[in-house]
């Protein structure tokens, strides 16, 4: 069964920083594109970034770029995203979700349970 | 950056009613990148349809999609009591790989 599971979400305060894991079962992450996608409390699902198999390309959404950085140890099946300097605007769900590979990897076929980042004072 | 428009806000129906979702983009998605998505309380998205009108793994055909250019829509031919949620496009064309707003279905 393919599985997603985030973790390393919580309470932070502005300008600190937080990293968050997702650890795949059921699947070699190594074969597929992944993502981090956000939703705010109550709002819309946003993008926020994308990593290729192999790591390269990699892209953001402007509202996290230079701040958030994604990564993937295929050796150890997880993908990461590192978020510094946060912002009280970054609160949100954090799922990371995999690409299906008829969409170019670039549409969303398994999804993770969610990690909640709260950035407040 | 690519702008998705979805419509109604909210929908209101009954169980076994049919139901259509529009989603209209600002630019025209060419070779039809676009996903629809469902989202139930408290649970994470699920992939209904990709390519426009494909449908994904394990998703019943009383779901499709339409469309091309900038004007898709999705289609449900008779509403289930897992059907009340939340339904969401996507364009996956261009990055930033934007999503619409959202269209509630509720039941009536």
């Known amino acids: 069964e393919v599985q997603l599971v985030e973790s390393g979400g919580g309470l932070v305060q502005p300008g600190g920083s937080l990293r968050l894991s997702c650890a795949a079962s059921?699947?070699?992450?190594?074969?597929?594109?992944m993502n981090w996608v956000r939703q705010a409390p109550g709002k819309g699902l946003e993008w926020v970034s994308y990593?290729?198999?192999?790591?390269?390309?990699?892209y953001y959404a402007d509202s996290v770029k230079g701040r958030f950085t994604i990564s993937r140890d295929n050796a150890k099946n997880s993908l990461y995203l590192q978020m510094n300097s946060l912002r009280v605007e970054d609160t949100a769900v954090y799922y990371c979700?995999?690409?299906?590979?008829?969409?170019?990897?670039?549409?969303?076929?398994?999804w993770g349970q969610g990690t909640l980042v709260t950035v407040s004072s | 950056e690519f702008v998705l428009t979805q419509s109604p806000g909210t929908l209101s129906l009954s169980p076994g009613e049919r139901a259509t979702l529009s989603c209209r983009a600002s630019?025209?998605?060419?070779?039809?990148?676009l996903a629809w998505y469902r989202q139930k309380p408290g649970q994470a998205p699920r992939l209904l349809i990709y390519?426009?009108?494909s449908r994904a793994a394990d998703i019943p055909d009383r779901f499709s999609g339409s469309g091309s250019g900038t004007d898709f829509t999705l289609t449900i031919s008779r509403l289930e009591p897992e059907d009340f949620a939340v339904y969401y496009c996507q364009q996956y064309l261009t990055s930033p790989y934007t999503f619409g707003q959202g269209t509630k279905l509720e039941i009536k």
């Open positions: 979700a995999r690409g299906l590979p008829y969409c170019g990897g670039d549409c969303y076929d398994s």
């Open positions: 059921g699947f070699s992450l190594s074969t597929y594109n």
């Open positions: 390519g426009a009108s």
């Open positions: 630019q025209r998605v060419s070779s039809n990148y």
């Open positions: 990593i290729t198999s192999s790591g390269y390309p990699i």
